[in-house]
């Protein structure tokens, strides 16, 4: 099976882990300007799961985040929860915390490439406001029955708070990176963690040490007649 879509039981922990990220940086609560749905830092989580985890594990922490939110528990900022919370207004923003993991992580591991402060800072960006705006404002303007221009306007007031939050996650995921790159699931994440020599001088290293094995097993060869011309 695609290494990719295999799951263990240490990518089982993190799912679980980034899912409880979300539930607590909902405990602080949220306010509401201009509009029926409420800024938090929840979007942070989101955001730190894709980056972390890649797309397809990303995603799946979202998706058990809000299964347990539909099952009841009290979740979301201000203790909201269960299935009626996903026929409100911000029903679509749910949706695109899903879609929005997925999205960053498929920038931020793109091609299973060493991470960057650039391909991490557009991963966010893109995944982590863009496209859950796609999913939630729609949405928002068909439950609130406002015309989708105007709830766009509105939900400019989200954006301050979200690129903090989007420069706070790029901050994060590159500093862990470094200072703990077993965090994350791809060997190519975790050489962010080395200079860009370090590929290189390992690959002359193993370069050098293949060499030196064969000079090694030259005479072995020689003495039993084994080598051919």
Do not use: C
Not at 14 to 33: D, H, K, M, S
Not at 127 to 139: A, D, E, N, R, S
């Amino acid at each position: 099976m695609n290494s990719r879509f295999r799951i263990d039981a240490t990518d089982i922990a993190r799912i679980a882990v980034f899912a409880a990220i979300v539930a607590v940086l909902g405990l602080g609560g949220g306010f509401t300007v201009l509009g029926a749905v409420p800024i938090t830092a929840q979007t942070l989580g989101v955001m730190l799961a894709g980056a972390v985890l890649g797309p397809w594990r990303g995603a799946l922490s979202m998706l058990v985040f809000l299964a347990l939110v539909a099952l009841g528990l009290p979740l979301l900022s201000g203790g909201r929860g269960g299935i009626g919370v996903f026929a409100g207004p911000s029903a679509g923003y749910l949706v695109g915390w899903v879609v929005g993991a997925f999205v960053i992580g498929a920038i931020v591991h793109a091609r299973g490439r060493r991470l960057t402060w650039v391909r991490t800072s557009i991963g966010v960006l893109v995944g982590g406001i863009l496209t859950i705006y796609v999913f939630g404002i729609p949405v928002q303007a068909f439950v609130t029955r406002l015309p989708l221009a105007e709830t766009a306007l509105q939900s400019t007031v989200f954006l301050p708070g979200d690129l903090i939050k989007a420069v706070i996650a790029a901050a994060i995921t590159m500093t862990l990176a470094r200072a703990y790159p077993r965090a994350f699931r791809s060997a190519a994440a975790r050489t962010a963690a080395l200079p860009a020599s370090a590929a290189p001088a390992s690959a002359n290293s193993a370069s050098a040490n293949s060499t030196s094995d064969s000079v090694a097993d030259a005479p072995d060869h020689a003495a039993d007649g084994s080598h051919t011309r």
